[in-house]
């Protein structure tokens, strides 16, 4: 396929999925490399910026999504009426913070580097998309585990986890709980629960 076309073909297929579009579903539709579309979308993305375009392509883990610059939220907000979500509170993103550097974590492990209940917490996160559920563990009770969720790479600018800042030495030694301790801690939850 020529430049031109396989070009304008990406570009058709990441704006029509409207959510994230696979590198790799899309090299496999186009029978080429996934490293040609990385190719592409960084061609898009150059055309983009030099004309001035107000769209651009994000790429998060292996995956592209077609936004606009950030610039534009306020117009688009006002155009589609869309009210601004509420900021996350302080005990919102520490439950975050605590799941994005120990992910998959249950919630009585997120609980004990906190030391208050977070179930409050964990649902409005769920419900706002940032964290999903991640299966069960082999435990009695079968604990839910989370993590966090491609939205939550969408929202915090992050193609990968490996991007996160790192835990300064001192606030990394007060939050290591070592695996043992939290599955200990879920052991217990489940036996509270039978």
């Known amino acids: 396929m020529e430049a031109i076309r396989l070009r304008a073909t990406v570009e058709a297929m990441i704006f029509a999925g409207g959510d994230p579009v696979s590198c790799e579903r899309m090299a496999d539709v186009l029978g080429v490399e996934k490293n040609t579309i990385d190719s592409v979308c960084g061609e898009l993305n150059d055309f983009y910026e030099n004309s001035g375009s107000a769209l651009r392509i994000v790429k998060m883990g292996g995956q592209y999504q077609m936004t606009t610059r950030d610039e534009y939220a306020p117009i688009i907000r006002t155009l589609l009426d869309l009210k601004k979500d509420a900021p996350l509170s302080g005990a919102a993103m520490e439950v975050l913070a605590v ?4 992910e998959p974590v249950t919630k009585n492990f997120i609980e004990r580097v906190r030391g208050v209940d977070c179930s ?4 409005t996160l769920l419900a ?11 435990l009695p009770g079968r604990p ?11 929202c915090f ?8 800042p790192e835990i300064p030495d001192e606030t990394e ?12 801690g879920a052991r217990e939850e489940s036996e509270a629960t039978e």
Do not use: H
């Not at 799941?99 to 120990?102: E, H, L, Q, R, V």
């Not at 706002?128 to 082999?138: F, K, P, Y």
């Not at 290591?176 to 200990?184: K, R, S, V, Y």
């Open 157 to 164: 600018g992050l193609e990968s986890m490996g991007e996160l």
């Open 120 to 123: 409050g917490v964990v649902n």
């Open 173 to 184: 030694a007060n939050l290591q709980i070592t695996l043992e301790e939290a599955m200990q």
């Open 128 to 138: 706002r998309g940032l964290i999903e559920e991640r299966g069960r563990l082999d």
């Open 144 to 154: 839910m585990q989370y993590a966090t969720s491609p939205n939550f790479m969408r």
């Open 99 to 102: 799941i994005a550097y120990n």
